[in-house]
């Protein structure tokens, strides 16, 4: 049936786009968009032309049927719409981040249960993360992954996350935070830290800033979780050491 065939000649070209197949993308969106009239697919097959547009660097005609498609009745098809027109004009310049933020924001509540909800959170993390709310891009994160783990979108968005949490206590991102905010930072996440010399090196970097400013208590809970959870062996006695060391120093 011609449905069947639009449909067949749709993920054919989602296919031909994953491969990097231009050509051959264009010729089955062409051939979807000729075998029915129906109005929401037609809808489906603008977004696969406003995304071959994006891939041959023709980001204005792209936007201009993102913005089409998101004024459309249908909340599965104007959800990635909205989403992909406020990225595109986000960095272009044409709104600001806080604009973007209210964007993503209201999409994020007004479409769940696909890739398009965790694209959302991902999209709306990266933008708190530039603008220094660190806090808010982990929960953000976290929050989204939690929903739909088993879409294959997720492994990126659990790996956005863990990549944030060591920008921020490994690369140096919560330098800026005051120590307090910093130590509550990383206890409320902590379940992110990763196991081996990179998660040893980020309790060290924040338990001298803990001792820097005379918080050794809070310094020395860090480093007992370190010492009772997450160690063993030479680098546990290392660690508690360092732990005796500032309970003498309080």
């Keep these: ?75 599965y098809l104007a959800a990635p719409a909205l989403l992909n027109a406020t990225r595109i004009r986000f960095e272009e310049g044409a709104i600001t981040p806080a604009q973007a933020m209210a964007s993503y924001d209201s999409l994020r509540f007004r479409w769940r249960g696909d890739a398009t909800q965790l694209a959302t959170g991902r999209a709306l993390a990266r933008l708190y993360l530039t603008q220094g709310r660190y806090r808010e891009a982990l929960e953000t994160l976290r929050s989204a992954g939690r929903r739909l783990p088993d879409l294959p979108e997720a492994l990126g968005l659990q790996a956005d996350l863990a990549a944030t949490f060591r920008g921020l206590f490994l690369d140096g991102l919560a330098d800026g935070l005051e120590p307090v905010q910093a130590l509550a930072l990383f206890f409320d996440f902590k379940d992110l830290t990763p196991l081996g010399v990179d998660g040893d090196m980020m309790v060290r970097r924040l338990v001298r800033r803990l001792v820097d400013v005379a918080l ?33 120093m309080d």
């Design 1 to 75: 049936p011609e449905l069947w065939r639009a449909r067949f000649a749709r993920a054919d070209a989602r296919a031909a786009l994953a491969m990097g197949d231009l050509d051959g993308a264009q010729s089955r969106i062409r051939l979807a968009r000729d075998q029915t009239k129906d109005p929401i697919e037609q809808l489906e097959t603008r977004l696969l032309q406003a995304e071959l547009a994006e891939r041959r660097d023709d980001t204005g005609r792209a936007l201009r049927i993102y913005q089409a498609v998101a004024r459309a009745p249908v909340d």
């Design 216 to 248: 050794l208590a809070q310094a020395a809970d860090l480093l007992a979780y370190q010492v009772d959870n997450r160690l063993d062996g030479v680098a546990r006695a290392q660690v508690a050491t360092d732990l005796a060391l500032i309970y003498l």
